[in-house]
């Protein structure tokens, strides 16, 4: 191997991995723009699955339209690049409350419970992995 090749693929390599981030990234924000789309219109058009699934929290019929409402507005604030942030912490928010409403009424915890908090990482991994900004407020170290 001559050394410029060498030297080419190595110079290469932080492009790579910057790509490879950005793809990782794209992909999780798709996942949770998906996911949260799918459960707003659901709620917004109150099929019976959803129907069901909000009285068993004990939550009235009449409000399923307004929880829709509010995750469908928070799923463009983070669509939008320049409030995804602000999204993503309104967000947090909202799934606090389902983690809250899954405890109340005793849900399995590491299926059902603890689901949005592995949601709210996905939410937070996409953006995470594209913003410098997050990661000045999230740090991970690696021990040298």
Known sequence: ???????????????????????????????AIL???????????KTP?????????????SEIPVIGLILLILTILYIISQTSIFAAILITGYLGGAVASGLRIMSPLFS?????????????GGLYLRDDFIKQFIPFRRKD
């Open 49 to 61: 699955q959803v129907i069901e699934g909000t009285v068993k929290l004990g939550y009235p019929v």
């Open 1 to 31: 191997m001559r050394p410029e090749s060498s030297t080419i693929a190595a110079s290469s390599l932080p492009k790579q991995k910057a790509g490879t981030k950005i793809l990782i990234s794209r992909i999780l924000s798709g996942i």
């Open 112 to 124: 059902s419970t603890l689901f949005p908090v592995y949601f709210a990482v996905i939410v937070w």
């Open 35 to 45: 996911f949260m789309l799918f459960d707003s219109i659901t709620k917004l058009i």
